[in-house]
Nanobody, 123 residues
Framework: VQLQASGGGSVQAGGSLRLSCASSGRIFSSTSVAWFRQAPGKERAFVASVNWGSRSTFYDHSVKGRFTISRDTAENTVFLQMNSLKPEDTAVYYC?????????????????WGQGTEVTVSS
């Protein structure tokens, strides 16, 4: 399975973007798919995750209430709807997958990664 992230771009503060993470193959119910982001000079950080089978979700406190993660089983795709964007949301966003809980936030626990998509939020 390979992951392909897309949907990044440049927006003004307060704007919205929707990121997509498409899988090249079937995603099993035990899989959790997460979004991470990495700002310049910073470590990669967990943003949100969803379990494919249960649809359980988990968010970092910095995005809770502004971002929504969801999945489309027909398209084998995970979405990250980002609203009320702030300049501090500027980063390269990556999607990743693991077999297990959506509450795992450590990047090195995720074994499958997509390429990044860049998000820039201007003030």
């Amino acid at each position: 399975v390979q992951l392909q992230a897309s949907g990044g771009g440049s927006v003004q503060a307060g704007g919205s973007l929707r990121l997509s993470c498409a899988s090249s193959g079937r995603i099993f119910s035990s899989t959790s798919v997460a979004w991470f982001r990495q700002a310049p000079g910073k470590e990669r950080a967990f943003v949100a995750s969803v379990n494919w089978g249960s649809r359980s979700t988990f968010y970092d406190h910095s995005v809770k209430g502004r971002f929504t993660i969801s999945r489309d089983t027909a398209e084998n795709t995970v979405f990250l709807q980002m609203n009320s964007l702030k300049p501090e949301d500027t980063a390269v966003y990556y999607c990743a997958a693991l077999t297990g809980s959506p509450y795992i936030t450590a990047p090195n626990s995720y074994k499958i990664w997509g390429q990044g998509t860049e998000v820039t939020v201007s003030s």
